[in-house]
């Protein structure tokens, strides 16, 4: 029962003077003393506003804008065991290949009334353990992790915690839990296969230093190898790794040191767009002709690369896709629904254009 008459004459009084066993911040009690109302009125006007009158409803709402007041949402979420927060772990905010994933997947949990926390883990040395370790003792309603490179560290404490964890970026025969990705190997190989068809025989790799991109790498070799794309008696097709993450500069770096020792290829795959974008930066101050001379096919499909000269041939990755399902599979697992499905091989696609 609301203990302040619905008539009664507004008045906001003072900030109250804290204690000095406080440890500074505005709490609750706070506010319900500048609004002049109980404590527990207070937390029914800012959980369930229904319940109060409209007067009451305003002076609470007044005192919190006045005193800059944020509720402790984890005390809220100790009590229904939710947190309404998933957090997300990427190799790296600067890539825009992930962009796409992390927007859907905001997007998405928005739309459920969830609220996304974002970790960098890095390439080289990743703190990844170190963020797993931060972001459980927090515990979200859900984690999505970008690949499935996980340290044994890292994948009992995400076991043990009990959270819902979905893979992307990656397939695996033995996920943590949920899982939505494609197969790099079956990148490597497609690209290859396409790049035969285009008559090319002297292809070339410039890739990032990430396991990821090694292994589309290496599969695209393999093929190539198997294709009679290489000279004879090779056993690997030229190559020049990059570190990761990958910039433009890299890419035309990375296309000159090529040139250098193989001068004869005729074809290059690229691990991502923006070494791709540095390869026909390049190429175009050498003067070697895209696609006559040399082909180039990129990674990602970035909103660049269709407005590229050449336009870029890529390998186009659904993140958008990426980001709903995980949203959606993170939610059916805390409102504890019956999951449709678990696993999801998203595929990818060639998109072609004029750089082959």
């Given at each position: 029962m609301?203990?302040?008459?619905?008539?009664?004459?507004?008045i906001?009084?003072?900030p109250?003077?804290?204690?000095?066993?406080?440890?500074?911040?505005?709490?609750?009690?706070?506010?319900?003393?500048?609004?002049?109302?109980?404590?527990?009125?207070?937390?029914?006007?800012l959980n369930?506003?229904?319940?109060?009158?409209?007067?009451?409803?305003?002076?609470?709402?007044?005192?919190?804008?006045?005193?800059?007041?944020?509720?402790?949402?984890?005390?809220?979420?100790?009590?229904s065991?939710?947190?309404?927060?998933?957090?997300?772990?990427?190799?790296?905010?600067?890539?825009?290949?992930?962009?796409?994933?992390?927007?859907?997947?905001?997007?998405?949990?928005?739309?459920?009334?969830?609220?996304?926390?974002?970790?960098?883990?890095?390439?080289?040395?990743?703190?990844?353990?170190?963020?797993?370790?931060?972001?459980?003792?927090?515990?979200p309603?859900?984690?999505?992790?970008?690949?499935?490179?996980?340290?044994?560290?890292?994948?009992?404490?995400l076991?043990?915690?009990?959270?819902?964890?979905?893979?992307?970026?990656d397939?695996?025969?033995?996920?943590?839990?949920?899982?939505?990705?494609?197969?790099?190997?079956?990148?490597?190989?497609?690209?290859?296969?396409?790049?035969?068809?285009?008559?090319?025989?002297?292809v070339?790799?410039?890739?990032?230093?990430?396991?990821?991109?090694?292994?589309?790498?290496?599969?695209?070799?393999?093929?190539a190898?198997?294709?009679?794309?290489?000279?004879?008696?090779?056993?690997?097709?030229?190559?020049?790794?990059?570190?990761?993450?990958?910039?433009?500069?890299?890419?035309?770096?990375?296309?000159?040191?090529?040139?250098?020792?193989?001068?004869?290829?005729d074809?290059?795959?690229?691990?991502?767009?923006?070494?791709?974008?540095?390869?026909?930066?390049?190429?175009?101050?050498?003067?070697?002709?895209?696609?006559?001379?040399?082909?180039?096919?990129?990674?990602?499909?970035?909103?660049?690369?269709?407005?590229?000269?050449?336009?870029?041939?890529?390998?186009r990755?659904?993140?958008?896709?990426?980001g709903?399902?995980?949203?959606?599979?993170?939610?059916?697992?805390?409102?504890?629904?019956?999951?449709?499905?678990?696993?999801?091989?998203i595929?990818f696609s060639?998109?072609?254009?004029?750089?082959?």
């Amino acid at each position: 029962m609301d203990d302040t008459p619905a008539n009664k004459k507004t008045i906001i009084m003072p900030p109250p003077r804290r204690s000095r066993r406080k440890s500074g911040g505005i709490t609750l009690r706070d506010v319900a003393a500048l609004a002049g109302v109980a404590p527990i009125t207070a937390s029914r006007a800012l959980n369930t506003p229904s319940a109060v009158s409209e007067p009451i409803l305003q002076r609470v709402r007044q005192a919190v804008e006045q005193t800059g007041y944020v509720p402790n949402m984890l005390a809220g979420g100790l009590a229904s065991s939710k947190s309404r927060l998933v957090a997300a772990v990427v190799p790296t905010i600067s890539g825009n290949v992930f962009l796409e994933v992390v927007q859907s997947l905001t997007a998405s949990l928005a739309a459920y009334g969830y609220q996304l926390m974002l970790g960098q883990s890095g390439y080289e040395n990743s703190r990844e353990d170190e963020l797993l370790e931060a972001i459980i003792g927090r515990r979200p309603d859900g984690v999505v992790l970008t690949g499935i490179m996980h340290s044994a560290t890292g994948r009992q404490r995400l076991l043990a915690s009990g959270i819902p964890v979905v893979e992307t970026w990656d397939l695996t025969d033995n996920p943590i839990d949920m899982l939505i990705g494609f197969s790099h190997e079956e990148v490597g190989q497609a690209v290859a296969r396409y790049l035969h068809g285009r008559g090319k025989r002297r292809v070339a790799t410039l890739g990032a230093d990430d396991q990821r991109a090694r292994r589309r790498m290496q599969a695209f070799s393999d093929t190539a190898i198997a294709l009679g794309m290489a000279h004879p008696g090779e056993t690997a097709v030229a190559g020049q790794r990059v570190p990761a993450p990958t910039n433009v500069g890299l890419g035309r770096a990375g296309l000159r040191e090529l040139l250098a020792r193989h001068p004869d290829i005729d074809a290059l795959f690229c691990s991502s767009d923006t070494v791709a974008l540095g390869v026909l930066t390049e190429a175009q101050a050498q003067g070697v002709q895209v696609p006559r001379q040399l082909a180039v096919v990129g990674m990602g499909d970035l909103g660049f690369a269709r407005d590229l000269y050449p336009a870029l041939t890529t390998v186009r990755i659904d993140g958008a896709r990426i980001g709903a399902t995980a949203a959606r599979f993170i939610v059916e697992r805390s409102q504890g629904s019956r999951m449709r499905e678990g696993v999801v091989d998203i595929g990818f696609s060639i998109v072609e254009r004029e750089s082959t």
